[in-house]
DNA sequence: CACGGACA
DNA sequence: TGTCCGTGG
């Protein structure tokens, strides 16, 4: 995971039936890496047909995207476009954090240990370039719109909640909050339960939403400073100085102003500072994008869950029963619009 | 992650 | 009705 500036955001606890009726820009990179990391088997694999294709991500998208619809929500996915050039020591980062893990996971089977097994298995989760292409084809049998960005997902997203196209961007990252959504809205899911890493413990995993003044506002905060407590903490974009954490990030902006004068004052080093925020406050987005949610094509989605990847029948049949009632949902909704 | 069968 | 646990592909 990125940023992580928790500790000084205020979170709401919602209930999923909060967004009925609304759309929301979920940020498709981010829900089927979480996908392709979770759902996988007691030693780590992930979910394969008989081809060696990994379907954990599919498995994922259509019960998460069905659920939503039948809850009434409309979801719209927005997919990373070309990363800037910034992010590509992070990029390096991660894959080189991948193929260690990789290592370790085989390690870990050696010597039978699976819950270490597992672990090491889903740092190894690498979503593909194939993999997304085919979730968007489920999407759009499913009806459901996506977008890809010219950058940044999470900055598309958070441009369209700014615009009031959507209710809410969704992510489990924060960095949304630098992009400026107004709302981010987190553990968009219907299970609360969630095992933790070490086993035996579970932990109640609720859907929370961070509104982003009033964030602000508790903090006694601008965006800009926001921005600027991030980038000394590091993003994705920068390093950042070792020792700054979101709350001695905030403690010093607040003490001298702003990001530039505490690198100023304390001396210290932070690359790029200038073009990193730029990211965050003038990022590249577009207006080109079309929300529409059409009706499931339910053969096809049968045709290629079961035929393509080999699921099991009957399991996607009681999810179709989910579209079919999403469907009769939408239409409600239109009449509630005309009258 | 999400589901469903087992069990209380 | 609620929770635990194994499985899906």
Redesign the pocket.
Known sequence: MGLDISGILVANKVKLDDFKGRAIALDGYNVLY??LS?????DG??????KG????H???AL??T??LLEMGIKPIFVFDGKPHYLKKSTLAERRARKEKAKIEWDEALAEGDMEKARTKAQQTSKLTREMVGEAIKLLEFMGVPHITAPQEGEAQASYMTMKGDVYAAGSQDFDSMLFGTPLLVR?????G???MPRR?V?VT?EPETIDLQASLDALGITREQLVDIGVLMGTDFNEGIKGIGPKKGLKLVKEFGSGEEVIKQKKFDVPSFDAVRKIFLEPEVTDDYEMKWNDPDLDKIMEF?CED????K???E??LG?METAKKARSQQSLDQWF
């Open positions: 979480q996908f979770s759902i996988r088997g007691p694999t992930p979910l394969m047909d008989d294709r990994v379907t954990s599919l498995s994922g019960y998460r069905a659920n553990n968009l899911t219907l299970s339960r969630r095992k035996q579970y995993v869950m990847y080999g699921f099991s009957p399991r996607i009681s999810i989910k």
